[in-house]
């Protein structure tokens, strides 16, 4: 047994900055909405509740949490049974309207009228040109938008990343095709699991941006290093039974929208330079990903 490689294995993973497998990631919303619909038996104020929880996951102090959905769960119910309209024990039912609905099951009740989230700056969408690189939520919501507490990535390192990219595309331009061939084998790599294939697509200073929004448990900061970053992409997008793969137009470009039960769960864009990608930019957070679901 490789004690070095399970101790490696559980450090990035239990951490605030660790990384798990994205079909974990997304079971661990559901049964966390599910736990504090139970307690509060409204899909809105268990959406707030869980928010909550990655409010205070985020806070905390660095440091390994040996078993993060245990201490996610612990922390929602004694948040839910402070609050004045939680009702003590969870119910042993599952909420309606969440089965089958994918990680943005309770955040789906409370969905704007169609057209107002894609007017907000931060929404991702299908072929949507004029966001960010990143994704970044403007300060305002629009009207109709819910008003969330963006607890991703920090902003500063964010700022200097895109900045970074600019600077990238200027100095190493690269067409259409050759972006869409780097992005094809991307998806091949990761598809297959293959982090050696991965990392040679890597610059050795690549950056990746893991944008949960504080509502599902992503690296509190960009992740940097050709090791690093394919160490993390190929934890998170570890093949597994129901999630795929798809090349789409992200923000305008050649990118990838990761589809898990058939929703998609996260849209990636690459930054390349000298045709290496010298950022990888992972929108997971489902509010900016109602574009695509809303069919």
Request: proline share 7%; net charge positive.
């Amino acid at each position: 047994m490789d004690v070095a490689g399970s101790q490696e294995k559980r450090t990035r993973m239990n951490g605030r900055q660790g990384i798990a497998p994205l079909s974990e990631l997304l079971e661990e919303r559901r049964y966390l909405l599910g736990l504090a619909y139970g307690l509060l038996r409204s899909a809105s104020r268990a959406d707030d509740a869980v928010e909550e929880t990655y409010r205070r996951w985020y806070a905390m102090d660095d440091g390994e949490i040996p078993n993060p959905r245990a201490w996610l769960a612990d922390t929602l119910v004694t948040h839910c049974r402070s609050r004045p309209d939680g009702l003590g024990e969870p119910g042993a039912y599952d909420p309606p309207g969440l089965a089958g609905r994918g990680h943005d099951s309770a955040a789906a009740r409370d969905a704007p009228a169609p057209g107002a989230a894609a007017e907000s700056l931060g929404a991702l969408g299908p072929g949507r040109k004029g966001a960010s690189p990143g994704g970044e939520p403007s300060g305002d919501a629009a009207p109709g938008v819910r008003r969330v507490h963006d607890h991703g990535p920090r902003y500063e390192a964010v700022g200097e990343l895109a900045r970074q990219s600019l600077r990238a595309f200027a100095a190493g331009r690269v067409t259409a095709e050759q972006h869409r061939a780097v992005v094809r084998e991307f998806r091949t790599a990761c598809e297959t699991g293959d982090r050696g294939r991965l990392a040679a697509l890597l610059a050795p200073d690549v950056s990746a941006v893991f944008d949960g929004g504080g509502r599902i448990r992503t690296p509190e900061h960009p992740v940097g290093g050709a090791p690093h970053v394919a160490r993390s992409l190929a934890t998170l997008l570890t093949p597994s039974p129901g999630l795929a793969l798809a090349e789409a137009s992200v923000n305008g470009r050649a990118g990838l929208v990761v589809r898990c039960g058939g929703r998609v769960a996260a849209a990636v864009t690459l930054d390349l330079r000298a045709h290496l990608i010298i950022n990888v930019w992972l929108v997971l957070n489902p509010d900016k990903l109602r574009g695509w679901n809303r069919s």
